[in-house]
């Protein structure tokens, strides 16, 4: 299957929505944590497909999936990395949101679980601009 062409205008704003959802998945009232918590984390995985489908737009969407889930997986490992300057950024909002606080091995799975959405809605909506009218 050849790589898909993506418009780097919708990728841009399918960033920003998952952001957006992300961040309000969080402030859900009456949402268990654990669940919150998940989806925060599989929508940062599904965000990060996005940016890559942004940053490199030519590539195959397993190619996406892979440095996607790669990097979700590298941020997660660099929190057992507690140097004082590292920890100083972790402390800031924005940086607390892109690096995390702790390593959990459950957040590995829910970081495979976004970026399948991600790439699975890929496939779907380039599947259905396919089909013939």
Same mark, same amino acid.
């Given at each position: 299957?050849?790589?898909?062409? =993506?418009?780097?205008?919708?990728?841009? +704003?399918?960033?920003?929505?998952?952001?957006?959802? /992300?961040?309000?998945?969080?402030?859900?009232?009456?949402?268990?944590?654990?669940?919150?918590? /998940?989806? #925060? !984390?599989?929508?940062? @995985?599904?965000? $990060?497909?996005?940016?890559?489908?942004?940053?490199?737009?030519?590539?195959?969407? +397993?190619?996406?999936?892979?440095?996607?889930?790669?990097?979700?997986? @590298?941020?997660?490992?660099?929190?057992?990395?507690?140097?004082?300057?590292? +920890?100083?950024?972790?402390?800031?909002?924005? #940086? %607390?949101? @892109?690096?995390?606080? #702790?390593?959990?091995?459950? !957040?590995?799975?829910?970081?495979?679980? /976004?970026?399948?959405? %991600? +790439? %699975?809605?890929?496939? @779907?909506?380039?599947?259905? =601009?396919?089909?013939? $009218?």
């Amino acid at each position: 299957m050849s790589a898909p062409r =993506r418009s780097r205008g919708l990728y841009a +704003a399918l960033v920003l929505v998952t952001i957006g959802l /992300g961040l309000l998945s969080r402030k859900i009232p009456g949402l268990p944590a654990w669940l919150s918590k /998940g989806a #925060g !984390d599989a929508l940062y @995985a599904t965000m $990060s497909f996005w940016l890559v489908g942004l940053f490199v737009p030519a590539c195959r969407t +397993a190619v996406a999936s892979a440095v996607a889930l790669l990097f979700c997986y @590298a941020i997660e490992v660099s929190q057992l990395y507690h140097a004082p300057w590292v +920890a100083a950024i972790r402390a800031t909002r924005l #940086g %607390g949101l @892109a690096l995390g606080h #702790g390593f959990h091995v459950m !957040d590995l799975i829910y970081y495979a679980v /976004g970026v399948s959405a %991600g +790439a %699975g809605i890929e496939r @779907a909506w380039r599947l259905r =601009r396919e089909r013939p $009218s």
